[in-house]
């Protein structure tokens, strides 16, 4: 919503402002369908050839969550350390043995069925098991999980920076294919001399339209929404982070509730619960 209310605002000060100090609206609307062909076409092409397919996959996602608002809200953070506190409540209850039936199959698992936001998230319930499963086992210790975690975070946010460095990538490009298109322009006038100056001031306004929608694309559109797509990469990186610090806190001894806190602290402070809306969820769910 937000992306669109923005899109708004800048065309509607940008041409508003044209309009208003005596600007042909005409010249721009007559121009605009061959010089976006153009940039449009030029870009695309440069944007298939620049990224692999599943970058391109990637980016075309990330587009369209751009239009959606953010799913890492207080209530879902909330829910998920609800959810790792009974994880690790009935282990230390009853044993790490007593989750391994959970581990290995979480979709017919009880504990993880009674969570169904998070409980239900692919990647969220695989980063989980795969630790747990790890310490289930005993063959590593806390330091060497924190090492692994490390290195599949990382790799997780540089797979999913990939789309952003596409879009910015693509942001830099649009200005120099509106030169293109505006030169293209210069060079059909230059091929019209024998016109009218008004025929010739039409066609020259043209050709600058293409710089102009350029300039405009890339720095309205695309790199506004570059910028976008980084920030929810980071949100997501940041529930792993939360998830990464709980079970740890978990494997040096810490009591359930003192682990929860532990994840709790790593939140950004926008989505992150106070100790006491944490300490009266987890009484609630139990």
Same mark, same amino acid.
């Given at each position: ?33 061959? $010089? ?8 695309? %092409? ?32 909330? $829910? ?8 690790? *409540?009935? @282990? ?20 993880? *069925? ?6 239900? =998230?692919?990647?969220?319930? $695989?980063?989980?098991? =795969? ?18 975690? =490390? ?13 952003? %460095? ?28 024998? *016109? ?8 020259? %306004? ?15 559109? @695309? ?10 990469? =980071?949100?997501?990186?940041? $529930? ?47």
């Amino acid at each position: 919503m937000f992306v669109i209310i923005g899109w708004l605002v800048a065309m509607g000060c940008i041409f508003g402002v044209f309009i208003v100090h005596g600007g042909n609206m005409g010249v721009v609307l007559k121009a605009l369908p061959f $010089e976006m062909t153009t940039i449009g076409g030029a870009a695309l %092409g440069a944007f298939l050839a620049n990224n692999q397919m599943k970058v391109v996959k990637a980016t075309a996602k990330g587009l369209g969550d751009c239009f959606k608002g953010s799913k890492y809200t207080k209530a879902r953070y909330m $829910e998920l350390m609800s959810m790792l506190y009974d994880i690790l *409540q009935k @282990a230390r209850k009853e044993g790490l043995m007593a989750i391994e039936k959970d581990v290995e199959d979480p979709h017919n698992s009880a504990l993880f *069925q009674k969570y169904p936001t998070v409980g239900h =998230d692919h990647h969220v319930v $695989e980063f989980i098991t =795969d630790y747990l499963r790890m310490m289930v086992s005993g063959n590593l210790n806390a330091h060497e999980i924190e090492s692994l975690m =490390d290195s599949e975070i990382e790799t997780h946010h540089h797979e999913a920076h990939a789309a952003v %460095g596409a879009l910015q990538r693509l942001a830099g490009a649009l200005p120099a294919f509106g030169i293109v298109a505006a030169v293209l322009g210069v060079v059909n006038t230059m091929g019209s001399v024998g *016109q009218p100056p008004a025929v010739l001031g039409g066609m020259i %306004g043209s050709a600058l339209v293409g710089t102009f929608l350029g300039i405009l694309l890339a720095y309205a559109f @695309a790199e506004p929404l570059a910028g976008l797509l980084e920030q929810k990469v =980071d949100e997501a990186g940041k $529930e792993l982070q939360c998830i990464k610090t709980t079970l740890l806190a978990s494997m040096q001894g810490y009591a359930p509730q003192v682990a929860i806190e532990f994840g709790r602290k790593v939140l950004y402070s926008t989505e992150r619960p106070s100790f006491s809306e944490l300490e009266s969820h987890v009484k609630g769910k139990k």
